[in-house]
């Protein structure tokens, strides 16, 4: 997997395409090597007290494969769609597109306080977060958070401490929430955008990051073991935790393994293949509950965690698969192999917009940072289409739009002045 990774990034030369490459690179390394390895050397290939060990032997094989597939794939269509401009083209911007931004940002942050403070409510007393009509729509709406926050500091804002509070209340929003990929998609796009961003002092600023991203790994592990949604973290069992319970913290994400082993062992055998299910589920999450009340989505995903145990306990537990599982439970081995060849080409193309688009070097590394974390880390490691693309929708096409927005507007004003 090692070689591989250098061999397609001494292939390019386009940093973007490096980027993702590098991003996609850590989760397959994470989830497909260093995942079984784990479960294997100190668990002993058991969870949720089924023995996987023989089926996980292997499955670093199917990492291997998908990792090299969609490496190679990703270069051969950057290659086809044009060369990549990370200079971007100058700092002019619009008043309109920054006010856009701002306001979406409060209606984030009024989003993520109803979530807070209704989620809490129903969890002191015992209820289901779907007890309440609207707190899902709200639970979504807060993600707009991320791609204003993001955008305003791509394009330099001027109002740095109000943009400070506004990230502080975002990450103490996520954290108490226990909202980890919030964290991810936020933080995640400004840490690769200012460790690729060229600058003088190259070495000591990527130290610097370097650190911050250990961190941010070690916080992830602390919230593993000790947070309590709605309650924050549980700060006696940090203080109580040994290095076990830190290795299942940082560990504890690629249980995706054994969702992968559940699909790879029950579709197609005693299960049939999804086919469009996830693309249905995809359309109907996007109807209130309070207009069509008896939908029931991601059965599959339920099906997928039960087959870990066959047990309640496995669907509880909310094991997932990694996206080509999913692939997998649709079509088989031809549905991986197309599906990836279609993410591959979905990732490149969002790449392609961002750095066609993108007004400045900043603003095209945020966007670049923000794709590849979103694609090669957050759909690697949740694999529901239905589930990526609500996210999708909150998070990436608003950052898109206000990046082509501000492209538009400062091409006006070039025109105007010629």
């Known amino acids: ?32 090597v260093l995942g079984p390895w784990y479960w294997l050397e100190f668990r002993g290939g058991i969870f949720l007290g089924s023995y996987w060990r023989d089926e996980i032997k292997n499955i670093s094989l199917i990492y291997l494969f998908v990792n090299v597939f969609v490496s190679w794939m990703v270069l051969i269509f950057s290659r086809r769609v044009g060369d990549f401009h990370p200079e971007g083209g100058g700092r002019g911007y619009d008043v309109n597109v920054w006010t856009i931004a701002w306001a979406l940002l409060f209606l984030g942050s009024l989003s993520a306080a109803y979530v807070f403070l209704v989620g809490r409510k129903l969890t002191e007393h015992g209820l289901l977060l779907i ?6 729509i709200f639970y979504q709406f807060s993600d707009l958070i991320i791609p204003a926050l993001i955008f305003l500091v791509s394009m330099n804002c001027r109002r740095v401490k109000l943009l400070i509070f506004f990230s502080i209340i975002f990450l103490l929003y996520s954290s108490f929430t226990g909202l980890r990929y919030k964290i991810a998609l936020y933080i995640g796009p400004l840490l ?7 600058r003088r002092r190259q070495f000591a600023t990527r130290a610097g990051l370097a650190v911050s991203c250990l961190i941010a790994v070690v916080f992830f592990s602390f919230m593993t073991i000790a947070r309590s949604k709605f ?9 109580a ?11 504890a994400e690629t249980n995706s393994v054994f969702g992968l082993a559940s699909v790879l062992t029950h579709y197609g055998k005693e299960w049939p293949h999804i086919y469009m299910e996830p693309l249905s589920d995809s359309v109907l999450q996007l109807i209130p509950r309070f207009i069509y009340p008896e939908k029931e989505l991601y059965v599959y995903l339920k099906d997928i965690a039960y087959g870990i145990s066959n047990s309640e306990e496995g669907v509880l537990s909310g094991t997932t698969t990694p996206f080509f599982g999913e692939y997998y439970a649709m079509f088989g081995w031809v549905g991986l192999i197309s599906g990836c060849l279609i993410y591959s080409l979905l990732s490149v193309t969002l790449l392609r917009f961002v750095c066609n688009w993108s007004v400045n070097i ?3 590394l945020i966007g670049v940072g923000l794709i590849s974390v979103f694609m090669g880390f957050f759909y690697y490691s949740r694999g529901s289409i239905p589930q990526i693309f609500k996210v999708f929708l909150f998070v990436v096409v608003p950052y898109l739009v206000f990046v082509r927005l501000q492209s538009i507007s400062k091409s006006f004003v070039l025109e105007r002045k010629k």
């Not at 007890?131 to 899902?136: A, E, M, P, Q, V």
Request: glycine content about 6%; proline content about 3%.
């Open 1 to 32: 997997m090692s070689v591989n990774y250098l061999l397609v990034s001494m292939s390019t030369r386009l940093i973007p395409i490096k980027i993702f490459l590098t991003v996609f690179f850590a989760s397959s390394l994470y989830y497909g």
């Open 362 to 364: 900043k603003q095209t």
């Open 231 to 239: 309650s924050g973290l549980d700060f006696d069992a940090i203080l």
């Open 241 to 251: 935790a040994g290095v076990e319970d830190l290795l299942y913290g940082f560990f």
């Open 131 to 136: 007890d309440d009509s609207f707190l899902l």
């Open 192 to 198: 690769l955008a200012f460790y690729f961003f060229p």
